[in-house]
Each structure stands twice: as structure tokens, then as C-alpha cells.
């Protein structure tokens, strides 16, 4: 007599194709750059390390580095997957940093600077590392809700934690920012170096890229955005 117990209907299946699953059933989209951490179940991060550690270990083999017998590398498939869940992409599995918000009590509406505020991230097309600097300026008004200025450091890194292009981040932020405070004005410079240039194809480790995204009246003030970017100190 046959006293095994019976497999439950999703037994052997990849946690990643059962979170894949609810996000689609939820109809959600799950970019590169997306954050995916409500579709995510207790346990199921240490479900993911482990799939992923398989994976990439997959990948050693096709590389053909013998991972058995070399020391420097018996560990690196481990190593690789701790390093882009918990940290490179960790923006994509844990939720927006809690931030809280004050009430504008003394009706401030001068122009703020936050910054420079270093970021990290990764190309989304070579994964190779985005690394620079953003800067933040915010007119408030008396409906403005005031967050720490740390806060602005913890919601950079929560955007920049994922596979990235430069253009969208800077929206993304943007947007998590308007969100939160509802300011008048808001505008981000960012300046950042990708090594997909310079560790690989044109190898021109001197370049960089800058963006900005102006909204409220940084668009609609010729004179706010001068004296924003004037402020900004000299960019290396």
C-alpha cells in the first residue's frame, strides 16, 4: 500500500515561474525596471537565491570555467546571486523604503537642494554598473509634505536598484518624489558613468551622461532652472 503523501499540485515548480504567473494574472508588467515585491510570498526570496544560484552556476559551465576544482570560483555562482538580489537589484524585491511625511507647517516655499546624492545601478541591456550622482531641487508650498533629507537618499537607491537605462530612472524618481510631496516645482540632474562604455565597446572610460527632468514651475521659470543649476556645485 502505497502511504507516501500526495504532491501538491505546484510541487517542483520554479518560484520564479509562480511569481512570473501572478504577475501576469494580476496583469502587471514586470520590466527590468519595474518593482515586483507585492508578487512576492514569505520565503520565496530564499526560494529565488537558490533557483538563481542554480542558474548562474549553469552559466560557469557554459563558460566553461571549472568551478570543481578552482578555488576562486566554487563559490561565485553563490556569490552572484546574493550580489543581484540583495543588493545590485534589490530595488526590484523589496518595497518602497518607509518615508515619513511632514505637514508644511511654516508654509516654506523656497527652493531646495538635496544633493549630490551618489547612485548605484546597471545597465539593463549588459548589466555592467551605471555609478554616479543626482541632484534634487523642490519648491515646496503649504500643501507640500516635507520628508527628511536622508529620505531622498533612500528612495535614489530604491529607483537606481534595478537594471536601468539612465533616462527612465531619472523619471521614475521623479515620479516617487512627486507622489510623496506634491511640490510646485521639482527637478533632478543626474550624472553618472556607465562601464558598458568603458569596460567594453568604445572602452571611453572619460565619458558621461546627463540628464535632467524638470517639472511644476522649474518648466514654467526660466530664472528657477538657472539659479537651480547655478547652484548645483561644478560636476567632476
Known amino acids: 500500500m502505497n502511504t ?10 520554479p518560484v520564479s515561474v509562480k511569481i512570473r504567473e ?44 571549472d568551478t570543481e576544482s578552482d578555488h576562486n570560483t566554487a563559490d561565485t ?14 530595488g526590484r524585491y523589496v518595497p518602497a523604503p518607509e518615508v515619513t ?5 511654516e508654509h516654506l516655499n523656497e527652493l531646495m537642494i538635496v544633493g549630490p546624492i551618489t547612485v548605484r545601478s546597471a545597465c539593463s541591456h549588459h548589466f555592467c554598473p551605471v555609478i554616479g550622482k543626482i541632484w534634487i531641487g523642490v519648491v515646496p508650498n503649504q ?13 535614489a537607491e530604491w529607483i537606481m536598484g534595478r537594471p536601468q537605462i539612465q533616462e527612465e530612472a ?14 510646485d516645482g521639482l527637478s533632478i540632474v543626474m550624472e553618472a558613468s556607465h562601464y558598458c562604455m568603458g569596460w ?37
Open 200 to 236: 567594453r565597446g568604445v572602452k571611453d572610460m572619460d565619458s558621461k551622461m546627463i540628464n535632467s527632468v524638470m517639472r511644476g514651475a522649474f518648466l514654467k521659470d526660466a530664472n528657477l532652472r538657472r539659479e537651480f543649476l547655478s547652484l548645483i556645485p561644478t560636476r567632476s
Open 101 to 105: 511625511e511632514f505637514p508644511n507647517a
Open 143 to 155: 500643501h507640500t509634505n516635507v520628508i527628511g533629507l536622508s529620505k531622498y537618499a533612500r528612495l
Open 4 to 13: 507516501s503523501s500526495p504532491a501538491l499540485p505546484d510541487e517542483g515548480i
Open 22 to 65: 501572478r504577475i501576469q494574472a494580476s496583469r502587471k508588467r514586470f520590466h527590468a525596471n519595474d518593482n515586483i515585491s507585492q508578487f512576492i510570498e514569505p520565503g520565496e526570496m530564499e526560494q529565488l537565491l537558490d533557483e538563481v544560484s542554480d542558474k548562474m552556476g549553469g552559466v560557469l559551465q557554459s563558460l566553461v570555467i
Open 170 to 183: 531619472v523619471v521614475q524618481l521623479a515620479d516617487l518624489i512627486q507622489r510623496k510631496t506634491q511640490p
Open 77 to 90: 555562482a553563490r556569490r552572484v546571486a546574493k550580489m543581484y538580489l540583495q543588493e545590485v537589484f534589490k
